[in-house]
């Protein structure tokens, strides 16, 4: 938020340099982000003085040139060469001096240097209005008048305004500080605190009066709960036109463009006060009454960003008496019904809409407004009436207007002030510091905080409306400490501090896989679990049934909670593949959310995402593509370190993978992975392959707490290892070979292990060769030959038996 120093000095008479006064806004929770120098006049004039033209010569080599003779104030007359039709003899003129910077239509600046102009020299420029910035005629020179002395600068004769813009990074809560009053009010307060007493001058509407009552409209609320107080007057007999300089200047300053006296007096008093307003052009009004209400859902509007908008049935909507839509209360007003040039009575509102419904228009319709972000944030329901006032002067004064109406105010149920007690000795507990009582007190008052009674152990207090925030003793407690400075209260140089011992299961558990996968080259990530609700739509076993899905989402792009970790993933992986980050390893600890009719489900997981070249390229190394078999014997790995093994594997039934397994422990699904598919990727621009897997993190946890590892002494009897070739039919997998080895061999079976894969010339159509290893060993004895070679031949027999194996 935008604060201009000049303006807040129209409230407190201050005269602290900028840098200062933002340290203390800084300390009093106002925190400034930047300090912007802001000129009315860019270049501020510099280097420009009022000259006398002497003579005016036409120019020997140019018939559209003259050869001036200009007096600067100095007693030493130069020589210009101007081109202006509208030079004469006598005139006071506005002069750029060589060295003087002046700045184009798009900002850009150009220096003034002595040089020649068709063979005679020109020591200067005189100016046209708009190559000083102050208009757009370019039709001739600016003529002054007769009674300004030559010599005077320019920034004297044309009121040349610095101003210093604090940038405020406020916070949600503070919808008291959104307007330079209420910056004002809080900056007195600090500054009483600091012994500094200001008065905080606000604007006077004594003035204020009806000039005839020949103009009315009547006012028609139909949801005082939507609408809990509206104000509105009619103006007459307005011309719109630019506004006064002071207020350009004063918009100009924190950042809007002013367009005519109506509109910016109405957006002067909401960056004054905080209490936006609207002008409706009256003619526009049909039957001479507002009626604020909901329309029917899908009503179309246009709005004044000539943009047609479907309306919701929530949306509070400012009509007339046929029910014709005019503005969309509280944050964007109609293309036809606002204030024109040719418009010369309006209908001025103040009002306080409901905050909740305002944040969900604007949300709904994707518009952000100065309007809609004060009345989202909650703003002082008691100003309504007085911000109307303040612009019915100012409009009386700049646009000739007559105010010939009463003030239409609906406000049927009256917001008491809020009642809080404060203890004297919760706030020492709090803030770790005895306060005087008296300290206490004085800030209570600067911040306009009444001091209903008294005891000995604390103080019952009036809360004023505008202190939205301030609901609780904590809140109050806060307020004392902000103004009294963080930076007074003492703290001890000893630390403190007790040593704990996590004994979590799961805490350690979690800490062990993630040690294994970081050691394997992963990153973790920590996605939102926020997503958009079209994700649903990439797999068919996401149903929208499930969503869980926000009631006032920041954009649709975070409408609901997440159904699978996979898509928030994705959008990592997709933005590192964006910036050459190709060869990528993430895993992720987070929640899925679930809602079953009316029952609500979170489940954690871990997942897994792989793709690109399983290591960096080196000179010594060679890439390789990360694939499905590698994304296996990682899971394999960690599911080994838990002490699970002996793991069931059959196809996914997962619609997010063209091919993957599940592993189950008994009928205990541990996880899902596989390749993504292709149609999925290419939502997320995704080229290259990506493994998936889906890791039930709360079924492992349940299980791995069962595993006991067991600790045992390295044999002394060495192991014997033998090699077996197969000519196997192509249809049989390893994992069968795997499990009959061990069911033909249970006590001296050890190891089994395939080392060599190959089908091709000299192998049988229909067949394949494996290359297999077994590791033999006895625990209590060295194993003999005969032994072995009765085991390797049980082996054998069962592989040709059950197998259909060949020995090569």
Same mark, same amino acid.
Request: hydrophobic fraction near 35%; glycine fraction near 6%.
């Given at each position: 938020?935008?604060?201009?120093?000049?303006?807040?000095?129209?409230?407190?008479?201050?005269?602290?340099?900028?840098? =200062?006064?933002?340290?203390?806004?800084?300390?009093?929770?106002?925190?400034?982000?930047?300090?912007?120098?802001?000129?009315?006049?860019?270049?501020?004039?510099?280097?420009?003085?009022?000259?006398?033209?002497?003579?005016?010569?036409?120019? +020997?080599?140019?018939?559209?040139?003259?050869?001036?003779?200009?007096?600067?104030?100095?007693?030493?007359?130069?020589?210009?060469?101007?081109?202006?039709?509208?030079? !004469?003899?006598?005139?006071?003129?506005?002069?750029?001096?060589?060295?003087?910077?002046?700045?184009?239509?798009?900002?850009?600046?150009?220096?003034?240097?002595?040089?020649?102009?068709?063979?005679?020299?020109?020591?200067?420029?005189?100016?046209?209005?708009?190559? &000083?910035?102050?208009?757009?005629?370019?039709?001739?020179?600016?003529?002054?008048?007769?009674?300004?002395?030559?010599?005077?600068?320019?920034?004297?004769?044309?009121?040349?305004?610095?101003?210093?813009?604090?940038?405020?990074?406020?916070?949600?809560?503070?919808?008291?500080?959104?307007?330079?009053?209420?910056?004002?009010?809080?900056?007195?307060?600090?500054?009483?605190?600091?012994?500094?007493?200001?008065?905080?001058?606000?604007?006077?509407?004594?003035?204020?009066?009806? !000039?005839?009552?020949?103009?009315?409209?009547?006012?028609?609320?139909?949801?005082?709960?939507?609408? +809990?107080?509206?104000?509105?007057?009619?103006?007459?007999?307005?011309?719109?036109?630019?506004?006064?300089?002071?207020?350009?200047?004063?918009?100009?300053?924190?950042?809007?463009?002013?367009?005519?006296?109506?509109?910016?007096?109405?957006?002067?008093?909401?960056?004054?006060?905080?209490?936006?307003?609207?002008?409706?052009?009256?003619?526009?009004?049909?039957?001479?009454?507002?009626?604020?209400?909901?329309?029917?859902?899908?009503?179309?509007?246009?709005?004044?960003?000539?943009?047609?908008?479907?309306?919701?049935?929530?949306?509070?909507?400012?009509?007339?008496?046929?029910?014709?839509?005019?503005?969309?209360?509280?944050?964007?007003?109609?293309?036809?019904?606002?204030?024109?040039?040719?418009?010369?009575?309006?209908?001025?509102?103040?009002?306080?809409?409901?905050?909740?419904?305002?944040?969900?228009?604007?949300?709904?319709?994707?518009?952000?407004?100065?309007?809609?972000?004060? *009345?989202?944030?909650?703003?002082?329901?008691?100003?309504?009436?007085?911000?109307?006032?303040?612009?019915?002067?100012?409009?009386?004064?700049?646009?000739?207007?007559?105010?010939?109406?009463?003030?239409?105010?609906?406000?049927?149920?009256?917001?008491?002030? *809020?009642?809080?007690?404060?203890?004297?000795?919760?706030?020492?507990?709090?803030?770790?510091?005895?306060?005087?009582?008296?300290?206490?007190?004085?800030?209570?008052?600067?911040?306009?905080? =009444?001091?209903?009674?008294?005891?000995?152990?604390?103080?019952?207090?009036?809360?004023?409306?505008?202190?939205?925030?301030?609901?609780?003793?904590?809140?109050?407690?806060?307020?004392?400490?902000?103004?009294?400075?963080?930076?007074?209260?003492?703290?001890?140089?000893?630390?403190?501090?007790?040593?704990?011992?996590?004994?979590?299961?799961?805490?350690?558990?979690?800490?062990?896989?993630?040690?294994?996968?970081?050691?394997?080259?992963?990153?973790?990530?920590?996605?939102?679990?926020?997503?958009?609700?079209?994700?649903?739509?990439?797999?068919?076993?996401?149903?929208?049934?499930?969503?869980?899905?926000?009631?006032?989402?920041?954009?649709?792009?975070?409408?609901?909670?997440?159904?699978?970790?996979? *898509?928030?993933?994705?959008?990592?992986?997709?933005?590192?593949?964006?910036?050459?980050?190709?060869?990528?390893?993430? /895993?992720?600890?987070?929640?899925?959310?679930?809602?079953?009719?009316? @029952?609500?489900?979170?489940?954690?997981? &871990?997942?897994?995402?792989?793709?690109?070249?399983?290591?960096?390229?080196?000179?010594?190394?060679?890439?390789?593509?990360?694939?499905?078999? /590698?994304?296996?014997?990682?899971?394999?790995?960690?599911?080994?370190?838990?002490?699970?093994?002996?793991?069931?594997?059959?196809?996914?039934?997962?619609?997010?993978?063209?091919?993957?397994?599940?592993?189950?422990?008994?009928?205990?699904?541990?996880?899902?992975?596989?390749?993504?598919?292709?149609?999925?990727?290419?939502?997320?621009?995704?080229?290259?392959?990506?493994?998936?897997?889906?890791?039930?993190?709360?079924?492992?946890? @349940?299980?791995?707490? @069962?595993?006991?590892? =067991?600790?045992?002494?390295?044999?002394?009897?060495?192991?014997?290892?033998?090699?077996?070739?197969?000519?196997? +039919?192509?249809?049989?997998?390893?994992?069968?070979?795997?499990?009959? !080895?061990?069911?033909?061999?249970? @006590?001296?079976?050890?190891?089994?292990?395939? *080392?060599?894969?190959?089908?091709?010339?000299?192998?049988?159509?229909?067949?394949?060769?494996?290359?297999?290893?077994?590791?033999?060993?006895?625990?209590?004895?060295?194993?003999?030959?005969?032994?072995?070679?009765?085991?390797?031949?049980?082996?054998?027999?069962?592989?040709?038996?059950?197998?259909?194996?060949?020995?090569?």
């Amino acid at each position: 938020m935008k604060i201009s120093y000049n303006w807040l000095q129209q409230f407190l008479q201050i005269d602290w340099d900028a840098t =200062k006064t933002g340290e203390l806004l800084t300390d009093l929770g106002l925190e400034v982000e930047g300090i912007e120098t802001k000129e009315s006049i860019k270049g501020s004039l510099k280097g420009i003085v009022v000259g006398k033209v002497l003579t005016c010569e036409q120019h +020997p080599n140019a018939d559209r040139l003259k050869v001036t003779t200009v007096d600067l104030g100095d007693g030493k007359p130069v020589q210009i060469v101007c081109g202006a039709p509208n030079v !004469a003899a006598g005139q006071k003129v506005p002069v750029a001096t060589i060295g003087t910077l002046l700045y184009d239509d798009k900002g850009e600046s150009f220096k003034i240097k002595k040089g020649k102009i068709r063979g005679e020299e020109s020591h200067g420029m005189i100016c046209a209005e708009d190559e &000083l910035g102050l208009g757009t005629s370019h039709d001739g020179i600016m003529v002054l008048e007769d009674s300004i002395k030559e010599g005077s600068l320019g920034a004297d004769v044309f009121n040349v305004e610095i101003d210093h813009v604090f940038e405020i990074g406020l916070t949600p809560n503070r919808s008291d500080a959104m307007s330079h009053f209420g910056v004002a009010r809080d900056l007195r307060a600090g500054l009483i605190q600091q012994e500094n007493q200001l008065e905080l001058i606000s604007p006077s509407i004594s003035n204020f009066h009806v !000039a005839e009552r020949t103009l009315r409209f009547d006012v028609d609320v139909e949801d005082k709960d939507l609408v +809990p107080r509206y104000c509105g007057i009619a103006i007459t007999d307005i011309i719109v036109k630019d506004s006064p300089e002071w207020i350009q200047n004063r918009l100009k300053a924190i950042g809007l463009t002013p367009k005519n006296n109506i509109v910016d007096i109405t957006n002067y008093v909401l960056h004054e006060l905080g209490q936006p307003l609207h002008a409706f052009d009256a003619q526009q009004i049909k039957g001479n009454k507002v009626v604020v209400k909901t329309l029917a859902e899908g009503t179309k509007f246009i709005t004044l960003d000539e943009v047609e908008r479907s309306l919701s049935s929530e949306d509070i909507m400012i009509c007339d008496a046929e029910d014709n839509p005019l503005c969309i209360a509280g944050v964007f007003g109609g293309l036809d019904s606002g204030v024109s040039k040719n418009t010369n009575s309006i209908f001025l509102e103040s009002a306080y809409f409901n905050p909740v419904s305002i944040r969900k228009t604007a949300k709904r319709h994707a518009l952000n407004t100065d309007a809609s972000f004060r *009345f989202e944030r909650g703003i002082d329901i008691n100003l309504t009436k007085y911000a109307l006032k303040r612009a019915a002067l100012l409009i009386e004064e700049y646009a000739g207007g007559k105010i010939t109406s009463d003030i239409s105010d609906f406000y049927p149920i009256k917001i008491e002030d *809020f009642q809080v007690f404060f203890s004297y000795e919760n706030a020492y507990r709090l803030i770790g510091q005895e306060i005087p009582k008296d300290t206490i007190k004085n800030i209570l008052a600067s911040l306009e905080i =009444k001091i209903n009674s008294e005891t000995e152990g604390g103080l019952g207090l009036t809360i004023p409306s505008y202190r939205t925030d301030v609901q609780r003793e904590a809140d109050i407690i806060e307020e004392v400490l902000r103004v009294y400075g963080y930076n007074n209260i003492e703290f001890s140089h000893k630390l403190n501090t007790s040593i704990s011992f996590d004994s979590n299961t799961e805490t350690k558990i979690e800490n062990i896989i993630s040690d294994q996968l970081s050691t394997l080259g992963f990153n973790e990530i920590m996605s939102n679990s926020l997503t958009k609700a079209s994700y649903i739509n990439y797999a068919e076993d996401l149903d929208e049934s499930f969503n869980v899905a926000m009631l006032n989402p920041l954009s649709t792009d975070l409408g609901v909670l997440r159904q699978s970790l996979l *898509f928030s993933g994705l959008e990592s992986i997709s933005y590192n593949l964006n910036r050459k980050n190709t060869a990528l390893k993430f /895993y992720e600890f987070g929640k899925s959310y679930h809602k079953y009719a009316e @029952k609500y489900q979170e489940d954690k997981h &871990l997942a897994l995402f792989i793709t690109g070249n399983k290591t960096k390229s080196s000179w010594n190394s060679t890439s390789k593509l990360s694939d499905f078999f /590698y994304t296996k014997g990682i899971l394999t790995a960690l599911f080994e370190r838990l002490g699970m093994n002996s793991l069931k594997s059959t196809p996914t039934k997962s619609a997010l993978f063209s091919e993957g397994l599940t592993f189950s422990l008994g009928k205990t699904k541990l996880v899902e992975f596989g390749t993504v598919k292709k149609t999925i990727l290419k939502e997320f621009g995704i080229k290259q392959e990506v493994l998936f897997a889906d890791l039930n993190w709360e079924n492992i946890l @349940k299980l791995s707490s @069962k595993k006991q590892i =067991k600790v045992k002494d390295l044999s002394k009897f060495p192991s014997v290892k033998r090699d077996l070739a197969l000519l196997i +039919p192509v249809k049989t997998t390893f994992k069968e070979i795997y499990n009959l !080895a061990f069911q033909t061999e249970r @006590k001296l079976l050890k190891e089994v292990d395939l *080392f060599d894969v190959y089908e091709g010339e000299n192998v049988p159509e229909g067949k394949k060769s494996y290359a297999i290893s077994f590791v033999l060993q006895d625990e209590n004895k060295t194993l003999e030959d005969k032994q072995i070679d009765k085991i390797m031949q049980k082996l054998q027999g069962n592989f040709e038996k059950n197998l259909e194996a060949v020995l090569r």
